[in-house]
DNA sequence: CATCTGACTTGACGTTGTCAAATCTAGGAG
DNA sequence: CTCCTAGATTTGACAACGTCAAGTCAGATG
């Protein structure tokens, strides 16, 4: 129920990075490369299910987990509540609408980390500067209009 | 068991936008003024509880929500998890340290909004960019070395 | 001081994330 | 190919965070 070749793209990508490639690691690499998108692990969880793969949730967290420390799949910062994940190759940052709260990607002037640096003093040494951007859009501007 | 002026404070801030100075507003707008920093709902409901001064949670979620609305209070935005409120009256950004999880405010190179604008073209209109920096603070790098 | 509307309170509940202990398996050694 | 073992998965229970609806209360106005 998942395509072939994001399977073993996953395999392939798991094992380059001296990940073991096991099967939690293999179906939820590569749902969310064939998927595209932020999905948080309870949605991930329920999409599994749907498709007649059952993961535990808690495998789900500890996949996530493992492969947010890897670099595979990024934890996207769009404010507090639910963490959102992505199988994403370079470093960008988010739209977040404020009315159907939808993410959308949006690219980084820089396409590295830090692309930005704090005015002055910073309270440490900064590695990441993640942005997000807020406002409304045009979707739900125009059903606002009507 | 809350510093008397920022109460007043509080009250004359609520009143000056207004909302109606009630019992829990003052006290956690209060509270937040007379404490700074970042604080979560169920930190000020604990605090409010140390302080002998009970009140329930959910009025203090009314509050913050209310407050926000308001502009009194802004939610920092630190990544998923537990929503976190200060009392601030300039906009501005956050550094987050990646072992300690302490949030420190980063001054805002423009101090108004939206401070950033995404290069290219955007999903809807955008009009506010919160950034969060994230790194190793000097306090915990010299706990690394040692 | 009376009134009324908005705010507070209460209790219960759904979601999200975490922990520890037992079981299993991917991948290398023989 | 088979065995072995460190590492990963699974299970169940639990804590933290946030939300909802219905009933009660009190701040502001006249």
Redesign the pocket.
């Known amino acids: 129920m998942i395509d072939q070749s994001s399977l073993e793209t996953a395999r392939k990508f798991l ?1 380059d990075r001296g ?7 293999v179906l939820v690499y590569g749902l969310l490369r064939e998927m595209g998108g932020h999905h ?3 949605g991930l969880v329920a999409q599994l299910e749907n498709r007649g793969i059952p ?5 789900v ?3 996530v987990t ?1 492969l947010q420390h890897s670099g595979l799949i990024m934890c996207a910062d769009c404010g ?4 959102l994940y992505e199988a994403s190759d370079e470093w960008h940052h988010h739209f977040v609408c404020r009315i159907c709260m939808e993410v959308t990607d949006v690219p980084c002037i820089l396409g590295r980390k830090p692309c930005l640096v704090p005015p002055g003093s910073a309270p440490g040494t900064v590695d990441e500067a993640q942005v997000i951007f807020r406002g409304v859009c045009y979707a739900c501007q125009a059903k606002l209009q009507s």
């Not at 993961?55 to 495998?59: D, E, K, L, Q």
């Open positions: 094992k990940l073991r490639a096991t099967n939690p690691r948080s692990v309870d993961v535990p949730r808690m495998s967290y500890n996949v493992d507090p509540g639910r963490a």
